[in-house]
T-cell receptor, first 119, second 108 residues
Framework: GAGVSQSPSNKVTEKGKDVELRCDPISGHTALYWYRQSLGQGLEFLIYFQGNSAPDKSGLPSDRFSAERTGGSVSTLTIQRTQQEDSAVYLC?????????????????FGNGTRLTVT | KNEVEQSPQNLTAQEGEFITINCSYSVGISALHWLQQHPGGGIVSLFMLSSGKKKHGRLIATINIQEKHSSLHITASHPRDSAVYICAVTYNFNKFYFGSGTKLNVKP
């Protein structure tokens, strides 16, 4: 079946411009995560959406970063006034609802990421 | 904050060797996830564990809840196993906390 889809796969932008990154999660998955990975570094948590609950924004590095998830499906990560340190691969992941520890056996599914380069 | 430590950071092995990658975490968790990131960035899920042991092909994952430690083993390693292996934990099935990854290079 279809996996997590991210677009664009690559984005080059000038410093100071705004960018939007899109994530289409697996159909029916209630949880959606945004992470970023700088060159040679590990995964950095950005934001988490779970169903209709208020998102966990604790990982967003500055107020230039925002994300929304419309209709509980597609999500958009927006970076305003991009800076060179924003250059990274932005990864989206989704997972199905957790209905109890004994039944939770479906892991995270990652998209292929958007490589953002700020020049 | 749940600190997740992986070791080693880098590992080079000869084809056929038995490989162990370790993950330790600092507080009680609900589940631990092993992921594989291939060169080029794609991340795939290997295992999700809350206790005991899981096996899939040449891969074996174990977790010791009391010791807050998990290991990922690869038997009869092959060059195609070369990748970054990432451990992630969650204590409420909300946010996942990631280790920094172990970069494995299996030489033919």
């Amino acid at each position: 079946g279809a996996g997590v889809s991210q677009s664009p796969s690559n984005k080059v932008t000038e410093k100071g411009k705004d960018v939007e990154l899109r994530c289409d999660p697996i159909s029916g998955h209630t949880a959606l995560y945004w992470y970023r990975q700088s060159l040679g570094q590990g995964l950095e948590f950005l934001i988490y959406f779970q169903g209709n609950s208020a998102p966990d924004k604790s990982g967003l590095p500055s107020d230039r970063f925002s994300a929304e998830r419309t209709g509980g499906s597609v999500s958009t990560l927006t970076i305003q006034r991009t800076q060179q340190e924003d250059s990274a691969v932005y990864l989206c992941a989704s997972s199905p609802a957790w209905t109890g520890l004994s039944s939770y056996n479906s892991p995270l599914h990652f998209g292929n990421g958007t490589r953002l380069t700020v020049t | 904050k749940n600190e997740v430590e992986q070791s080693p950071q880098n590992l080079t092995a000869q084809e056929g060797e038995f490989i162990t990658i370790n993950c330790s975490y600092s507080v009680g968790i609900s589940a631990l996830h092993w992921l594989q990131q291939h060169p080029g960035g794609g991340i795939v899920s290997l295992f999700m564990l809350s206790s005991g042991k899981k096996k899939h092909g040449r891969l074996i994952a174990t977790i010791n809840i009391q010791e807050k430690h998990s290991s990922l083993h690869i038997t009869a390693s092959h060059p195609r196993d070369s990748a970054v292996y990432i451990c992630a934990v969650t204590y409420n099935f909300n946010k996942f906390y990631f280790g920094s990854g172990t970069k494995l290079n299996v030489k033919p």
